[in-house]
């Protein structure tokens, strides 16, 4: 009599036994390429126990990887049943793949809203978890707007400055030639006006051109440094009425850069800032906050970054007024009469030369311009 063939169907090499409840998962290899994703991912079992949680996923919740595994991942939502939900089905093989939108709890924060895709993983018992912060997209794509607008405007100025420059030389050469042969005193005085009317237009371009026109001189430098020389600065523009106040972290690395560039950034935005405090001035309590800090595992002009110095430049002016909020590092924008519009724009480029991006919140009683630049 033949024996019977087993019954039972063979497993295949990525089917492996699922770990006890509550026991500390062992970690695949192929996970730890998760934690190089600017996006939230957790690997989570049917059950939804958390197997691996990346890098951007601790940052996110507010803990270790490892008070993450081994619980419901569920747990780590307001409303737990949709996740419950959308692993049943995919254990069931019901998808292949579900969305929903959720709010995910936070340690000592808000929760936040964020988008959740739900699909089968590697293994046999696992499914994979990803979720898009949806404050986090909006932030990239207003991140990537401010990049693509930022190089649009330098090759719009570099032509504008250039088709302005060359007439503008023979305008003024051809008041002082005109002045040579005018003898009467009051008519000097309209070729004058040209004259000095092409002088500061003159001035203007050569500002316009300023950023492209002087190569980076790279080297290591602190930051701290910078931000020293931007108060001396100010103190001496400023002698009375404005506290310039240092939360300075002296742990932060050296950085490669050009450091009289970043010193123009910095202090373009102080000296804004302290024009703004005319109010304040006078009523004796105008503050300036220069405050440095390392933000960890951050993405920012379409890249992530494990280490990026944070620089803050904060006061408690008026505000930006809502006019030109959304236009505040196009170049000849001013909130301020008489103001030129270009110190914003120039900062700007002088960031993204390092390879970093400036961002903006203001309310009244207090702006904050934050300077993000990757650190080595």
Known sequence: MKAKPPTGKKKSPTQQPAPALGARPQIH???????YLATLVAVVRFDGQVLYAN?????????????????EFAG?????APLRQALAGAKDNVFAAIRYDAMLKRVNHEAVPVHVIVAQGMQ?????VELLPLEQQAKQDREERLVDQALANKELIRNLAHEIKNPLGGI??????LEMEINARELNEYTQVIIREADRLQTLVDRLLAPHRRAQVVAD????????????LIVAEFPKGIRVQRDYDTSIPELRG????????VLNIAHNAAQALTERIQAGDACITFMTRIAR??????QRYRLALELHVIDNGPGIPEAIKDRLFYPLVSGRDGGSGLGLNLAQTFVQQHHGLIECESVPGRTDFKILIPLP
């Open 76 to 80: 780590f939502f307001v409303d737990p």
């Open 258 to 265: 050009d450091r009289e560039q970043l010193i123009q950034a």
């Open 297 to 302: 595992q951050v993405t920012f002009g379409k």
């Open 55 to 71: 890098a951007a996923l601790e940052d996110a919740i507010g803990m270790s990887r490892r008070s993450i595994e081994a619980v």
């Open 124 to 128: 046999a018992h696992e499914a994979l």
């Open 172 to 177: 003024r050469g051809a008041a002082q030639l």
């Open 221 to 232: 430098l602190n930051i701290h440094e910078v931000c020293e020389r931007v108060r001396s």
């Open 29 to 35: 290899p192929e996970w730890q390429v998760l934690d």
